[in-house]
């Protein structure tokens, strides 16, 4: 942590307030100092501190329009659904059938698929649209 500096009253002597590098107030407490920076700061702030957890809007937005979920993380990592097929070990045609909501994944295969795909789970869980198709 870096310096803190300890500002004293001339008269009384009191401690009156303190300096340090923001860095340190960003350490301190974080939601406060951020709340100092501008957009394009924190925008910046996001982009250093990602660790790769973190998804396109346009992924959400396809979710939530209905599409499925395999596919769109597929797609989004440039696989075709006989390349997915092919590292999960099922045949082409079944990840097509999957897509369209006609079968569901077990959970083995749920669990080779977003391991395939680096998502979580049940980020790879389909909604009301496709249940009981």
């Known amino acids: 942590m ?5 500002l004293r009253d001339e008269l009384s002597n009191k401690p009156v307030a303190v300096t340090m590098s923001f860095q340190t107030f960003r350490d301190i407490a974080p939601e ?19 660790d790769g ?18 596919k769109v993380y597929r797609e989004w990592r440039d696989m075709t659904q006989t390349e997915l097929a092919e590292k999960v070990g099922v045949a082409g045609n079944y990840i097509s059938m999957i897509e369209r909501g006609k079968n569901l994944p077990s959970r083995k295969l749920q669990h080779a698929l977003a391991r395939v795909l680096d998502v979580d789970y049940d980020m790879l869980e389909a909604g009301p649209a496709f249940e009981g198709e």
Do not use: Q, T
């Open 2 to 6: 870096s310096k803190i500096n300890l």
């Open 53 to 70: 957890s973190r998804y396109p809007f346009e992924l959400a937005s396809r979710i939530i329009d209905g599409e499925h979920p395999l």
């Open 32 to 50: 406060m100092a951020e709340s100092f920076l501008s957009d394009e700061e924190l925008v910046e702030l996001a982009i250093g501190e990602d």
